[in-house]
């Protein structure tokens, strides 16, 4: 079967979907509830023959997202070959339609294709497979029969002439058939021997001669030399496909066929057309190369080769192209690339000088101020000048720049001139900076003093006066006159020297020890400046409470120095607080050292309300106090719960289950040691959920299981405690306390518990889990009774029960085989046995101690 690439494609993706194992199925890939949903298919008809057409139609929908795509696919009965289609939403008939086409393309075997599955994908990505496994898909099967699948059959090609000058046409003639259903298109395509150029021919039919007949006019763009049949490729009316490669053009194909015999020559005495570039060219931007045929070697810039038609050259540079055609016609063209405007050195555009230029051109024809400028001529002449240069691509370049060699003048300050009175500096052009800040012409200078006065004009000639005014004593900074320092300090001052509490002291020196100094700094002029300071870096010290520290007591904060806060409020040393409270004590000196305190008194115990009835079921215990409170819950000294209240106050206390009228006592205590008052809660009796009429003992054991659904009793309201219990009841009562599923366990292997008997499944999960084996005989019995014996060995296994005591029933020896069954069961006390002091292991074990038994093991208050 031969199949287009789109064909292959599709056919590869079904196949696939083939090989896998296929069932109906959903894949979801969000957390959308509603899913697609298939409803119906129906074909327009199921009996086809090549060229027909029918409609496929799908009835599906999505409450969520809406459907994206729908996807049907059949299935070659006899093969893997498969076929699918998309089909597209039809807003008239709201359904999903398709025209499905029988050709040699498409279902291209004749026979039963099989519906396979129906594939439909929402917007979210959710999708839903349906296939044959879940839905009857016959009436939507196709028989396919009478579809002509063989391709159309070349008998010859023939040319008019197989030498053509340019401007002439070369005609070809192809004798093709099909006895399906005829010929439909025919083309031949050719490429040149250099394999750079191709054409393709369609051609028409001739009804004179029957047979296929095309031309191609030979034009200039044609290239000479010989050119190869590379394909022939013909259609028949129902798609069928010939390819025939040549092998000359697809020597590796071992099912290309010989087409030498169609091949033609293009005589060309003309020389090959270059565009882009022509002789002596000069260029300053990239080319791009065209020519008509022969091949093109390029020369230059360090380059050389063949190159290839519409070839761009952009690098800079000389270059020589040659093309010469199959013919031997050449054409030769030398040209260059100069995309660099001339360039100037020693001046640039903008510039201005303050001394004679030489300027340097690297190329083309230069002019000064309007007059040709020969390269490396000085310009000494003051003023602004023009030069401008253009090479043979025309690339330009041009500048402005001015010569300037007479520095400022200033007046109204003398070199090193020391005023004591303001002074006013003028200068007669450029630009001035004062101190490095810019400076005007004929501004008075008041501020004390070393002063720098920079002129310069726009060429950089440069005047500098230096000069002085002083009126001022020394500057100090780093320290204040009368302040106080909590950290080291740095002193500095402008001028002069300076003594420190008597010392020798230098500017930027740092001082860290705590104490009181004096500085004194003098200029050349006597000018004293004097400060006095202190560094102090102790803060306060508190004492009478610590850092957030609870108390349930009153409190008395005493500190050493400065002034305090207390949460904001003025405080003074010393005074007792007595108030409950949040509290957050400051105390700052006069160096700013600073020292704080958090606090809380809390003298209040806290109260319990809002506890719930607790009854002989109970396994809570639940109430309201301070949030945060550490909660107890006693019975009588024994500790039964420790919890933590949340911020809300609530309590739960999980408990084992107590006995009815016993005493529990409920504290709590908050996180500064106040103690509740405690709450007694008396446990009261719970209200049975099923009452039996037949029970004289045991009701609360009875009542125990009944509440925890391992036991319902008889539909008649009865318990019947007195009657042996049945094997499959004892059975049924372990496995409903373990909770455990007893759907899908193994086969146990016993004659009489057959698939579909009662109690099968719970039987077959007992011995999965080991704790019943069945009798000797290979039976189990399930409505048989249960010794005691039997009884202690089966709740030993089911709870894994172990331990041992100094007890021996006068009934039970050594020997006898439950022995260490039931000195277990006593161990763990869930057994006393009777009053005479013996077990009785091989009495019938009745309802109503069966479920003692159980009762005791589960809860120790039995």
């Known amino acids: 079967m031969i199949r287009t690439g789109q064909q292959a494609a599709m056919y590869i993706l079904v196949l696939m979907l083939i090989i896998a194992p296929l069932h109906s199925q959903e894949v979801m890939a969000s957390e959308e509830m509603a899913k697609p949903v298939f409803k119906s298919i129906e074909v327009e008809k199921n009996q086809l023959t090549g060229g027909d057409k029918v409609n496929i139609s799908v009835q599906a929908s999505d409450e969520g997202s809406g459907i994206q795509s729908v996807l049907v696919v059949y299935k070659y009965s006899r093969t893997m070959d498969a076929e699918g289609i998309q089909l597209e939403f039809n807003e008239s008939t709201e359904n999903f339609e398709g025209i499905l086409e029988i050709s040699g393309r498409s279902f291209n075997l004749n026979g039963d294709w099989n519906l396979f599955y129906i594939e439909i994908t929402d917007n979210d990505g959710n999708s839903l497979r349906v296939d044959r496994s879940s839905d009857d898909f016959s009436h939507a099967d196709l028989s396919i029969s009478g579809n002509d699948l063989q391709p159309p059959v070349l008998h010859r090609i023939e040319l008019e002439d197989k030498e053509i000058e340019t401007g002439g046409t070369l005609r070809v003639t192809i004798e093709a058939v099909d006895s399906g259903s005829g010929v439909g298109e025919v083309r031949i395509k050719y490429i040149n021997e250099d394999r750079i150029n191709e054409e393709e021919i369609t051609l028409t039919f001739d009804e004179n001669s029957g047979n296929y007949k095309g031309f191609l006019s030979i034009d200039e763009s044609i290239a000479g030399g010989q050119w190869l049949v590379d394909r022939v490729t013909i259609y028949d009316q129902n798609q069928n496909v010939l390819y025939l490669d040549s092998k000359e053009t697809q020597p590796y194909d071992p099912r290309a066929v010989d087409l030498s015999y169609a091949n033609f020559r293009v005589i060309d005495s003309a020389p090959p057309i270059v565009k882009g570039v022509v002789q002596d060219g000069f260029y300053n931007k990239e080319v791009e190369i065209e020519f008509n045929e022969g091949t093109a070697y390029l020369e230059g810039n360090s380059q050389g080769g063949r190159i290839w038609n519409h070839k761009v050259v952009s690098d800079e540079g000389s270059y020589t192209l040659e093309v010469t055609d199959d013919a031997g016609n050449k054409t030769i063209i030398n040209f260059t690339i100069d995309m660099s405007p001339p360039s100037f050195s020693e001046v640039y555009s903008g510039g201005i000088y303050n001394q004679n230029v030489t300027p340097e051109f690297n190329e083309g024809t230069a002019y000064l101020n309007g007059e040709q400028f020969e390269n490396g001529t000085v310009i000494s002449e003051e003023g602004q000048h023009h030069l401008y240069a253009v090479d043979k691509a025309g690339?330009?370049?041009?500048?402005?720049?001015?010569?300037?060699?007479?520095?400022?003048?200033?007046?109204?300050?003398?070199?090193?001139?020391?005023?004591?009175?303001?002074?006013?500096?003028?200068?007669?052009?450029?630009?001035?900076?004062?101190?490095?800040?810019?400076?005007?012409?004929?501004?008075?200078?008041?501020?004390?003093?070393?002063?720098?006065?920079?002129?310069?004009?726009?060429?950089?000639?440069?005047?500098?006066?230096?000069?002085?005014?002083?009126?001022?004593?020394?500057?100090?900074?780093?320290?204040?006159?009368?302040?106080?320092?909590?950290?080291?300090?740095?002193?500095?001052?402008?001028?002069?020297?300076?003594?420190?509490?008597?010392?020798?002291?230098?500017?930027?020196?740092?001082?860290?020890?705590?104490?009181?100094?004096?500085?004194?700094?003098?200029?050349?002029?006597?000018?004293?400046?004097?400060?006095?300071?202190?560094?102090?870096?102790?803060?306060?010290?508190?004492?009478?409470?610590?850092?957030?520290?609870?108390?349930?007591?009153?409190?008395?904060?005493?500190?050493?120095?400065?002034?305090?806060?207390?949460?904001?409020?003025?405080?003074?040393?010393?005074?007792?607080?007595?108030?409950?409270?949040?509290?957050?004590?400051?105390?700052?000196?006069?160096?700013?050292?600073?020292?704080?305190?958090y606090f809380s008194i809390d003298k209040t115990a806290p109260e319990i309300t809002a506890v719930e009835t607790v009854t002989d079921k109970s396994e809570l215990v639940t109430g309201i106090t301070e949030p945060g409170a550490v909660v107890e819950v006693k019975n009588g000294s024994v500790l039964l719960n420790t919890v933590t209240a949340d911020e809300q106050g609530n309590f739960a206390a999980k408990i084992k289950v107590q006995k009815q009228q016993s005493i529990l006592i409920v504290t709590a205590a908050d996180n500064a040691g106040n103690i509740s008052t405690p709450e007694n809660i008396t446990v009261k009796q719970s209200e049975p959920s099923i009452q039996f009429d037949d029970l004289i003992r045991y009701q609360d054991e009875i009542y125990f299981l009944t509440g925890k659904s391992i036991i319902t009793g008889y539909p008649d309201g009865t318990f019947r405690p007195e009657e042996p219990i049945k094997r499959i009841q004892a059975v049924k009562m372990i496995l409903r306390e373990m909770g455990v599923e007893t759907s899908g366990s193994p086969d146990p292997g016993l004659t009489d518990m057959q698939p579909g008997a009662y109690g099968y499944e719970d039987v077959s999960t007992a011995v999965k889990l080991g704790f019943i084996s069945g009798k000797d005989n290979g039976t189990f019995d399930p409505f048989g009774t249960l010794t005691r014996g039997q009884m202690a060995k089966i709740l030993v296994k089911a709870y894994h029960l172990n331990g041992s005591i100094e007890k021996d029933f006068k009934d039970v020896g050594k020997e006898q085989w439950a022995y260490e069954f039931i000195n277990t069961l006593a161990a763990n006390n869930i057994t006393t046995g009777y009053d005479d002091n013996t077990f009785r292991p091989n009495h019938q074990i009745s309802r109503q101690h069966f479920s003692v038994f159980m009762a005791r093991y589960l809860d120790d208050q039995f």
Do not use: C
């Open 395 to 597: 690339n330009e370049t041009e500048l402005e720049f001015a010569i300037d060699k007479t520095a400022p003048i200033v007046d109204g300050v003398e070199p090193d001139g020391i005023y004591f009175t303001n002074v006013i500096p003028t200068f007669n052009e450029g630009t001035a900076e004062l101190d490095g800040k810019p400076f005007t012409s004929g501004t008075t200078v008041v501020k004390e003093g070393r002063h720098i006065l920079n002129v310069h004009d726009e060429a950089w000639n440069y005047t500098t006066v230096v000069f002085t005014i002083d009126r001022t004593s020394p500057s100090i900074w780093g320290v204040k006159d009368g302040a106080f320092y909590n950290q080291a300090v740095t002193i500095n001052f402008d001028e002069g020297t300076a003594r420190l509490n008597g010392e020798n002291f230098a500017s930027g020196e740092d001082i860290s020890e705590e104490g009181t100094y004096v500085l004194l700094v003098t200029d050349q002029a006597g000018n004293e400046t004097r400060v006095s300071f202190t560094i102090d870096m102790s803060a306060p010290q508190i004492d009478g409470v610590d850092e957030n520290a609870l108390y349930n007591k009153n409190v008395t904060p005493i500190f050493n120095e400065g002034s305090a806060a207390l949460n904001g409020i003025e405080f003074v040393s010393g005074k007792e607080i007595k108030e409950d409270g949040n509290y957050h004590l400051v105390v700052t000196d006069a160096s700013g050292n600073m020292s704080e305190i």
